[in-house]
């Protein structure tokens, strides 16, 4: 027989992401309607670590869909990273009567989760996080948020670098993942746009390329860099060496993060709360909840960990063929 679970906690873990409060308003309002208790878990695992703890009831969710950012705050915690971390988070847990847990996070938060759940927490991952770099889901929270509020700051260096014909590179947060920039090249119609998965470090041909469209009379010339390549001030000087075209660089940062989370965020981040929460009812644990071929689903820890994402070849081509 399932464990029957009457008291989850909830934490966001990691980077935070627009669209973690709708998951987790939407995680203490199911929560709440299948008659569990709910409590936050403030600043992710050393929250847990340091019992800092919320009971949450109908209206600690109240006006907080349309909030950016995290209610519940994030950290990054090196203790949980530890056997004895772990090992004190669960016998924490049991001290408080939590028996469920729903983390909301990406890849590393989930290495947490699935040790939290070996230690007899049921726990669910959520994925949450901008870089989309979550192997076995399409889709990750605040994802959306981020590529569009870059795409609106781009738009907005578009108009001045046409001005002034120069040549502009847009560095876009994404870690190790190309994703953010991927879509915001495509989107914002960019020259070119350089992804750590494919970036050959050629950047005689970037020069070229600049060179030529000049040539084809182009008043601008727009680069998005994926923050996994970087260096984007120093490509800047020796594009502007090379070509004599001014250059400049322009690192977007952590205004990608914030902000009031898309509709699709908000949407989906309900979804995946609300899913997570089905889980913990039906007495399973260790599963993060996906987004794949159209549906929520949900894997094994252990096997989403181990999957393997990349750039879809299709939406590459696509984004250098329109932008030659
Ligand atoms: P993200 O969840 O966005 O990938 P991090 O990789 O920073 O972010 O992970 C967030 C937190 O998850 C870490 O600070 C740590 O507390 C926990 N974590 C990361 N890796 C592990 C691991 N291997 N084992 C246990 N906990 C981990």
Known sequence: MAKEIKKIGVLTSGGDAPGMNAAIRAVVRTALAKGMEVVGIEKGYNGLLNEEFRPMDKHSVSDIIQRGGTILYTARCLEFMSDEGVRKGAEICRKHGIDGMVVIGGDGSFRGARDLANEGINTIGVPGTIDL?????????????AVNTALEAIDKIRDTSTSHERCSIIEVMGR?????ALWCGIGCGAEDILLPEKYDNDEQELINHIIDGRKKGKKHHLIINAEGIGHSESMARRIEAATGIETRATILGYMQRGGSPTCTDRVYASMMGSYAVELLS??????????????????????????????????????????K
């Open 282 to 323: 039906e007495g399973k644990s260790n599963r993060v909840v996906a987004h794949s071929k159209g549906k929520f689903v949900d894997f094994d820890i252990n096997e989403a960990l181990e999957m393997k994402k990349n750039i879809d070849e299709y939406e590459f081509l696509v984004g250098e063929l329109l932008s």
């Open 133 to 145: 770099d979550v192997a076995c889901s399409d889709y990750t929270i605040g994802f959306d948020t």
């Open 176 to 180: 190790h993942a190309g994703y953010i």
